[in-house]
């Protein structure tokens, strides 16, 4: 049988953390097969890029590269993630133009696929993800690859004309047309791209799914929702309620429900809007004062970013605001921790929350609301908050579904969270519960790699 490549910026070698759901549901994909597992090592080089690391685990050799400083700070902090992730998550007005960082953003796609492409056999199935490594397919053709070639964009596409915005989007979509199969988290994200390619690509969409480009390449592109090892959760979580860690919380609460929120600290997330909103709620329902305490978790992320670090000074503001105008001697509403903690006590501690508040202004899938919902208690599962423009909230309907930016709207959801008879909320959380039975991230990597093996 052929072996699974998987190529992506961040890669959850063992023994060191990764934030982040790409790391979490690759790593849960290539055990189930083995294979290589081969990007950046997370390590900066004070010379120069290019170094390469082995690890052996298991079924999975993981082979990765060093980046120089340069390289770290114009390809990841700059075009992916000061160009690339704003623009791809509708924020136009934070998207950063230079022309310096894209040349960096070829260079690291180019020494990722030279270092690569040695590696490869024919037979080989090689699966790239997201949008560091958009070059990669044309890069690797270049090289005398032959495999078969997948891309997977695990945030959102924008909307077509917000794309052509950017200066170099041609050659972007020349990029991902190269693929032989090109993967979105919804059906939604696969409509913007085929508008794209009409409007804007001067290619044509033979039939849903069938794409040809102006030079006549054929690719196919396809909406592949991403899961979670549901069941695998839903044990952990209920043996993790006996770590010392959750049980702490737990006591903490001191009789309170809790609500929850776990994100890398970044604005498509929406958490200054989810600290309103939270303060709306105090306001608005004085009846709950005192009876829900907000914990979220947000460990730093892209810290060298700028709009990164804007953020976390207005999160500490509003926590602190929150706190000082409504907590009492022994309540402290809003509990704001920037540290990560093991998956398994968060899993322990999604189940203690009668809420899971999940509301970014824009996400690709999302599989912190996933989590949550695989980790509640059957018998008595609290309720999901769940953001609209959250690629999630395609599947998990039956979560009450919020606009962020509507903070009246989201204060009401929490109060309908409060309120909740048990009934409907074991109603609700079944009918997720089922449909993440079935779309797992088996089916999620068996959906893809058929398709990209057909
Ligand atoms: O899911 C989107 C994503 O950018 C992944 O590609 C990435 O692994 C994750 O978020 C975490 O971000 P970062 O790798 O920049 O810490």
Redo the contacts with the bound molecule.
């Keep these: 049988m052929s072996r699974l490549v998987v190529v ?3 890669v959850a070698v063992p023994g060191q953390a990764s ?5 979490v549901a690759l790593q849960a994909a290539l055990e189930e097969i083995g294979g290589l597992w081969f990007g950046w090592s997370g390590r900066i080089d004070p010379d120069e890029s290019g170094r390469l690391n082995e690890v052996d685990a298991g079924n999975i050799r993981y082979v990765t590269m060093d980046l120089s400083r340069r390289d770290h700070d114009d390809y990841y902090s700059g075009f992916a ?1 000061r160009t690339l992730w704003p623009l791809l998550h509708f924020r136009m007005d934070l998207v950063d133009y230079s022309r310096a960082t894209y040349a960096a953003y070829r260079r690291v796609n180019a020494l990722f696929a030279e270092k690569l492409a040695p590696l490869l056999r024919e037979d080989d199935i090689v699966w790239v ?2 949008y ?1 490594l958009i070059p990669m397919a044309k890069l690797l053709r270049e090289l005398g690859v032959r495999a078969r070639l997948g891309f997977f964009l ?2 959102p596409m924008p909307s077509s004309d917000l794309l052509a915005a950017l200066p170099q989007h041609e050659r972007l979509f020349e990029g991902l047309s190269s693929y032989d199969l090109v993967g979105f988290q919804t059906e939604r994200d696969l409509e913007r791209f085929q508008d794209y390619v009409r409007l804007f690509g001067r290619g044509r969409v033979i039939s849903h799914g069938v794409l040809e480009t102006h030079r006549g390449r054929r690719l196919r592109a396809g909406a592949f929702p991403i899961s979670i090892d549901t069941a695998h959760i839903a044990s952990q979580a209920a043996a993790a309620v006996n770590r010392p860690g959750v049980k702490r919380l737990d006591r903490s609460l001191s009789g309170r429900a809790l609500a929850i929120g776990v994100d ?1 600290l970044d604005y498509s997330k929406g958490l200054p809007e989810r600290f309103r909103a939270f303060g709306r709620f105090l306001k608005r329902y004085p009846e709950h004062r005192g009876k829900l305490t907000f914990l979220q978790i947000a460990p730093v ?2 810290g060298e970013v700028l709009e990164y670090q804007n953020l976390r000074n207005e999160l500490e503001q509003l926590a602190g605001h929150i706190n000082g105008a409504h907590a009492e001697p022994d309540w402290t509403p809003v509990r704001y921790v920037n540290r990560n903690y093991p998956h398994t006590s968060l899993t322990g501690f999604y189940r203690l929350a009668r809420v899971g508040l999940v509301t970014p202004l824009r996400d ?1 899938m999302n599989l912190v609301a996933k989590e949550y919902v695989a980790a509640q208690d059957a018998e008595n599962p609290g309720v999901l908050v769940l953001s609209s423009f959250a690629g999630a909230a395609r599947e998990l309907d039956a979560a009450l579904l919020v606009n962020p930016y509507d903070l009246d709207g989201v204060s009401d959801a929490l109060a309908a969270a409060m309120e909740m008879p048990l009934e409907e909320r074991r109603e609700r959380w079944q009918t997720m519960m089922e449909l993440l039975r079935v779309n797992d991230i088996t089916a999620w990597r068996k959906k893809f790699l058929a398709a990209l093996r057909e």
């Design positions: 992506s910026n961040r934030a982040g759901g790409l790391a993630n993800h997201d560091h695990h945030v890398r992320s892209r690709g």
